[in-house]
Structures are given as structure tokens and as C-alpha cells.
T-cell receptor, first 110, second 114 residues
Framework: GQQVMQIPQYQHVQEGEDFTTYCNSS?????IQWYKQRPGGHPVFLIQ?????EVKKQKRLTFQFGEAKKNSSLHITATQTTDVGTYFC??????????FGPGTRLSVLP | EPEVTQTPSHQVTQMGQEVILRCVPI?????FYWYRQILGQKVEFLVS????????KSEIFDDQFSVERPDGSNFTLKIRSTKLEDSAMYFC????????????FGSGTQLSVL
């Protein structure tokens, strides 16, 4: 079945440093979504990417979808303590449900 | 922003007991899901539901699990005979008009099986 992997599993950064998490799927995806889960919270939708090579920005967050539509990345510039949480990618491979990656847990030290 | 609501927030039960987890999806949404998350681990798909029937289910969603949308607003997950390994946070989610839309998650029900 479809597998979605993410690296790194954990990332500790100093406030102000940049952060990147990478997502890889074993199969080609029709689209990919990114979610953020704060500690003790529920996943909250950030963005959806559909087109090959697509890049989208939300303030300090940059999302990219690979040309082959099998990988994606999320980059945060100049992290803040409010960025703390776990970032999940979720891939849809032309089916009817999103398969979540294991997530990258981000800690930001003030 | 509209919300998916889940009750109860916490449920403690004895192994072998039945539990029903309740969800009220966003009112005009058509696609409904249950996911679960064991502490600190990934969000795992259980089942998707559309047009009053199951659309897809995972290997986790065995004969002990069932879902219902009894009255057009509630969406329930029943576990017939709970096992210790069913302990997890269960999230309900809904989406608007297609499978490919963003998912709105509820705050979850923390199920503890003793």
C-alpha cells in the first residue's frame, strides 16, 4: 500500500533559525496537504499542493511539490516559538483518503 | 470558522466493553472520516464515509468497528469489544464537496482501555 515518510523525525532549532521537513511518498500523488498539530491539539490544515513543481508561500512558510509528485517539503524561515508543533504531510494517491506521514516534531528554543 | 465537535473529550473503559464516540461534522460537509493517533505517533486512517456508506476502510477497521450517521448530523464510531491496543486519540474529520478538499478535524476523544 501507499507509504508516506517524513524526515527528520525531530528537529530542535534556536529561535530565528530556519527549519525544513521533507515528505516522500512511495507512489505518485494526485495532491498533498500539510497540517500542523500543536502539542495536545488536533491537526490543522495549512496548505494543499496539486500541480507538479508547485510552490506556495504563507508568510514565513514555503511549501513545494516535487516535479514527479512523489515528494514535498515545508520550509520555515526564521522560526518563532509559535511554530512549535508537529508538521504532517498527507498524500492523496487518486484514492479517497489522505495517508499521513509520521510527522516532524519541531522544538524552538527561545 | 466552523468546527467539527467531538464528544466525549475523554473516555475510559474496561477491556471488552463497547464504546461509542460521537462527532458532529460541519453542517454542509459531505465527506466524513475517522482517524486515530496513538500518543506521539502518526495519524492513522480508519474509515471514510460518503452518501451514507463506507467508502474506504483501513486494515485497522476490522469487524469490531462500525460507523453510523443516524440522523443527518451525528457521525459515530462504535468499537464493539475494546482491546488494550485500541487506546488512542480518535479524531473525526469532515470535508466539503470532494475527497481532495482540506480536512477539518475535531478536537478528538482520548480513549483509554483498561
Amino acid at each position: 500500500g501507499q507509504q508516506v515518510m517524513q524526515i527528520p523525525q525531530y528537529q530542535h532549532v534556536q529561535e530565528g533559525e530556519d527549519f525544513t521537513t521533507y515528505c516522500n511518498s512511495s507512489t505518485t500523488l494526485s495532491n498533498i496537504q500539510w497540517y500542523k498539530q500543536r502539542p495536545g491539539g488536533h491537526p490543522v490544515f495549512l496548505i494543499q499542493l496539486v500541480k507538479s513543481g508547485e510552490v506556495k508561500k504563507q508568510k514565513r512558510l514555503t511549501f513545494q511539490f516535487g516535479e514527479a509528485k512523489k515528494n514535498s517539503s515545508l520550509h520555515i524561515t526564521a522560526t518563532q516559538t509559535t511554530d512549535v508543533g508537529t508538521y504532517f504531510c498527507a498524500g492523496l494517491n487518486y484514492g479517497q483518503n489522505f495517508v499521513f506521514g509520521p510527522g516532524t516534531r519541531l522544538s524552538v528554543l527561545p | 470558522e466552523p468546527e467539527v465537535t467531538q464528544t466525549p473529550s475523554h473516555q475510559v473503559t474496561q477491556m471488552g466493553q463497547e464504546v461509542i464516540l460521537r462527532c458532529v461534522p460541519i453542517s454542509n460537509h459531505l465527506y466524513f472520516y475517522w482517524y486515530r493517533q496513538i500518543l506521539g505517533q502518526k495519524v492513522e486512517f480508519l474509515v471514510s464515509f460518503y452518501n451514507n456508506e463506507i467508502s474506504e476502510k483501513s486494515e485497522i477497521f476490522d469487524d469490531q468497528f462500525s460507523v453510523e450517521r443516524p440522523d443527518g448530523s451525528n457521525f459515530t464510531l462504535k468499537i464493539r469489544s475494546t482491546k488494550l491496543e485500541d487506546s488512542a486519540m480518535y479524531f473525526c474529520a469532515s470535508a466539503g464537496t470532494s475527497w481532495a478538499e482540506k480536512l477539518f478535524f475535531g478536537s478528538g476523544t482520548q480513549l483509554s482501555v483498561l
